[in-house]
């Protein structure tokens, strides 16, 4: 997406406007699934069986790799449109509503230390997120790969997050080409995909 045309979305669906933003990396902290699990229960106690499933996804939920050090959830919810049903819940339980978008909402933690995705079940960049989450733990190459590109960003000044995380669409797409013909061919290894890849392209 060329950088007008982002700032253009992210006018559109940003609560609070474009946030200048230095992003810092940082070694995997074995602390990070007892967080997700706090802030799970705190979503869970606040929203009942409004809640279709929670999941850990993004770079904290993959043991070893570099992040940003934000817990990143997924919420599963019937309808998303539907506000009501669940973002006053989730505000009194100390979460802002930061984007909203078709089919997508985000809220945060005030010290910017989580970020809540809701969706619905049918949406396609749930199992996207969930595919690449399970690919990274599965693969130390690719795990690898991406950390390195995540560092090397990080040392830039960003105008907002959005912006850092389009510039790693490129890789965040490779990888994921990769998690999903692992998780519909099953048996690939990831060398198989690997030379599959550049049989297609060399």
């Known amino acids: 997406m060329e950088r007008t045309e982002l700032d253009e979305h992210l006018d559109r669906v940003l609560i609070g406007g474009r946030e200048p933003v230095e992003i810092t990396i940082v070694d995997s902290d074995p602390r990070w699934p007892e967080r997700y699990t706090a802030l799970e229960s705190r979503i869970r106690t606040a929203l009942g069986a409004t809640v279709l499933a929670v999941h850990h996804i993004g770079s904290t939920a993959v043991p070893g790799l570099a992040a940003k050090p934000i817990?990143?959830?997924?919420?599963?919810?019937?309808?998303?449109?539907?506000?009501?049903?669940y973002v006053p819940a989730?505000?009194?339980?100390?979460?802002?509503l930061r984007v909203r978008e078709p089919g997508h909402r985000m809220l945060r933690a005030?010290?910017?230390?989580?970020?809540?995705?809701v969706s619905e079940p049918g949406d396609p960049a749930v199992a996207d997120w969930l595919h690449l989450r399970d690919w990274l733990r599965h693969d130390a190459v690719d795990r690898a790969h991406y950390e390195q590109v995540k560092r090397r960003l990080a040392e830039r000044s960003w105008a907002d997050m959005n912006h850092y995380a389009e510039a790693k669409r490129?890789?965040?797409?490779?990888?994921?080409?990769?998690?999903?013909?692992?998780?519909?061919?099953?048996?690939?290894?990831a060398s198989d995909l690997r030379r599959q890849a550049y049989d297609r392209t060399g």
């Open 110 to 117: 005030p010290d910017r230390t989580a970020h809540v995705h």
């Open 71 to 85: 817990i990143d959830v997924l919420l599963l919810v019937r309808d998303v449109e539907d506000e009501a049903a």
């Open 170 to 189: 490129a890789i965040v797409q490779q990888v994921l080409g990769r998690a999903r013909a692992w998780r519909a061919e099953g048996s690939c290894t």
């Open 90 to 96: 989730l505000e009194a339980a100390g979460l802002a």
